[in-house]
């Protein structure tokens, strides 16, 4: 079992003595979602640390999403457990990068393309760029702000 997944279980218990009910529904709900990733796709296996934070950041996106929403329906109370739920989901993830740790990603990533092309990559090698920004992100940003910095640069 991974790590997340089993810190994931040990913060249910903890929720439930305390009597969360905003944790325990939330991890509960992190839970399902990352079970049932677990048995997507042709046979069922155990998901990495890194499978199961890309749920959760899915999750959080989700949440994120959702909130936004109901605020422009008028809805201040959903929007606020939504707003809740998504803190609680952000305690699991790690740090975001910052737009200038985005930005040396994506210088980094155009140095190693260039090295390995022998020359300066343009738009066309934007795929190349964004497979070496996306690995040294790992998770910590999501793709909009890493193509947007790419695209910047090249």
């Known amino acids: ?5 089993s810190k994931l279980r040990a913060d249910l218990t903890t929720a439930m003595k305390a009597k969360d009910t905003l944790r325990l529904n939330t991890v509960r ?14 046979e069922a296996r155990e998901l990495s640390d890194t499978e199961v934070l890309a749920v959760l950041s899915k999750e959080s996106k989700k949440r994120n999403e959702a909130a936004v929403v ?8 959903l929007a606020a457990t ?22 040396d990603i994506a210088d980094t990533a155009i140095a190693n393309v260039a090295e ?4 300066r990559p343009g738009m066309r090698q934007m795929g190349q760029v964004m497979k070496i920004a996306t690995g040294l992100a790992a998770g910590r940003a999501d793709g909009t702000r890493i193509s947007a910095a790419v695209k910047a640069r090249l």
Not at 1 to 5: C, W
Not at 91 to 101: Q, V
Not at 116 to 119: F, L, Q, R, T
């Open 1 to 5: 079992m991974s790590e997340l997944k």
């Open 29 to 42: 709900m992190l839970l399902a979602a990352v079970q049932t990733a677990e048995v997507a796709g042709t």
């Open 70 to 77: 109901y605020e422009q329906a008028g809805r201040g109370e």
């Open 82 to 103: 939504e707003r809740a739920e998504e803190a609680i989901i952000d305690e699991y993830l790690p740090t975001p990068l910052t737009e200038a740790e985005v930005a």
């Open 116 to 119: 390995a092309i022998g020359e």
